[in-house]
């Protein structure tokens, strides 16, 4: 079993519609990073959080470190927010580690 | 201009040759980070730098090598190259520059490697 799960693993919506992508992880640990992987390939940092809520723009990022689980939200959805959304966890060693990620398409 | 640059950001070789992919960041980042990213699959960590003189081993790096020439220079080497290391690999740098922490890293645009 991976260490850190995301779901779903694909996830295709119509323009404006709520998303949320979804991370569960095992490990104790020190921060969460929600990251955007282009279709051209490159990576983004988007959210670092240890405890909360954090919001920027469109998108929130929750966590709830008793239930070891994190969540990204985007409101009014946008073609342009098609990438893969990554979820790391810095693990108690100071050590990154991936979840596989989030594929999302959002149709016009 | 990119904070993180890689080169090249395609190659194509063949099973057995030596290639190199080279990292440079104009961030003032004294870590540096190697990772390759397979489909379905999450970030690998390769190797990674703290400074020029502090080189460590990831999960994954048998089969490879880095040279960290400079601060700002971090190159990834594959001794004699073979179709399973066909992905893409990621140049990451992180510091304290600009008051953030050495937790966010900052990524190189990638590049894609081939092996036939």
């Known amino acids: 079993k991976n260490e850190v799960e995301q779901s779903p693993q694909n996830l295709t919506a119509q323009e404006g519609e709520f998303i949320t992508i979804n991370c569960s992880y095992s490990?104790?640990?020190?921060?969460l990073h929600w990251l955007q992987q282009h279709p051209g390939g490159g990576i983004v940092s988007l959210f670092m959080?240890?405890?909360?809520?954090k919001k920027h723009g469109r998108l929130i990022a929750t966590i709830n470190i008793q239930e070891k689980h994190s969540s990204l939200h985007i409101t009014a959805s946008h073609p342009r927010d098609s990438a893969v959304y990554i979820c790391?966890?810095?693990?108690?060693?100071?050590?990154?580690?991936w979840g596989a990620g989030t594929k999302l398409i959002i149709k016009p | 201009d990119a904070d993180v640059t890689q080169t090249p950001r395609n190659r194509i070789t063949k099973t057995g040759k030596r290639i190199m992919l080279e990292c440079s960041q104009t961030?003032?980042?004294?870590?540096m980070y190697w990772y390759r990213q397979d489909p379905g699959l999450g970030l690998r960590l390769i190797y990674y730098?703290?400074?020029?003189?502090?080189?460590n081993k990831g999960e994954i790096s048998d089969g490879y090598s880095v040279s960290r020439q400079a601060q700002a220079k971090f190159s990834l080497s594959l001794e004699s190259a073979i179709p399973n290391q066909t992905a893409l690999y990621f140049c990451?740098?992180?510091?304290?520059?600009?008051?953030?922490?050495?937790?966010?890293?900052?990524f190189g645009p990638g590049t894609r490697l081939t092996v036939l």
């Open positions: 961030k003032g980042h004294d870590r």
């Open positions: 990451a740098t992180s510091g304290y520059s600009s008051g953030r922490s050495y937790n966010e890293q900052f």
């Open positions: 790391a966890v810095r693990d108690s060693n100071y050590q990154l580690i």
């Open positions: 959080l240890s405890s909360g809520k």
């Open positions: 490990v104790g640990i020190s921060a």
């Open positions: 730098s703290f400074d020029v003189k502090d080189i």
